[in-house]
C-alpha cells in the first residue's frame, strides 16, 4: 500500500511563504506524476500543480507565478513552495501519486492515491 503524508501546512499572514511536503512511501522516480490538489469548505478538490517522471511542472492559473512544485528522488520527497500566499489561498492541500500517464493531470481520477491532507490558512 502506497502511503503519502503531508507536512509543512500552517496559519500565515498574505503575503508570506510555506513549504509543503509530501514523503512518500514508493520511489518518486517510479511514479508517473505527482501532484498537489487543496480543497476549500463547501468546495471541490481542484488542482494546484504536478510534476512528472520528466520533470515537466504544470500549475493552475490561480498558483502559477507564486508556487513551485520540485522533487527530491533520492529522499522520495515532494515539496510545494508557495509564495506570497493569498487568503483565497486558505485549503486543506493534499498530495497524490499518480503511476501511468494517458490522464488529464489536472483530473483526480489522474492519481491513483492520496495523502491525508495539510492545513493552510492565509490571513488577510
Known amino acids: 500500500q502506497v502511503q503519502l503524508a503531508e507536512s509543512g501546512g500552517g496559519l500565515v499572514q498574505a503575503g508570506d511563504s510555506l513549504r509543503l511536503s509530501c514523503a512518500a512511501s514508493?520511489?518518486?522516480?517510479?511514479?508517473?506524476?505527482m501532484g498537489w490538489f487543496r480543497q476549500a469548505p463547501g468546495k471541490e478538490r481542484d488542482f494546484v500543480a504536478t510534476?512528472?517522471?520528466?520533470?515537466?511542472?504544470y500549475y493552475s492559473d490561480s498558483v502559477k507565478g507564486r508556487f513551485t512544485i520540485s522533487r527530491d528522488n533520492a529522499k522520495n520527497m515532494v515539496y510545494l513552495q508557495m509564495n506570497n500566499l493569498k487568503p483565497e489561498d486558505t485549503a486543506v492541500y493534499y498530495c497524490?501519486?499518480?503511476?501511468?500517464?494517458?490522464?488529464?493531470?489536472?483530473?483526480?481520477?489522474?492519481?491513483?492515491?492520496w495523502g491525508q491532507g495539510t492545513q493552510v490558512t492565509v490571513s488577510s
Open positions: 514508493i520511489r518518486t522516480s517510479n511514479v508517473y506524476r
Open positions: 497524490a501519486a499518480g503511476l501511468s500517464g494517458g490522464t488529464n493531470y489536472c483530473a483526480r481520477n489522474a492519481y491513483d492515491y
Open positions: 510534476i512528472t517522471w520528466s520533470d515537466n511542472t
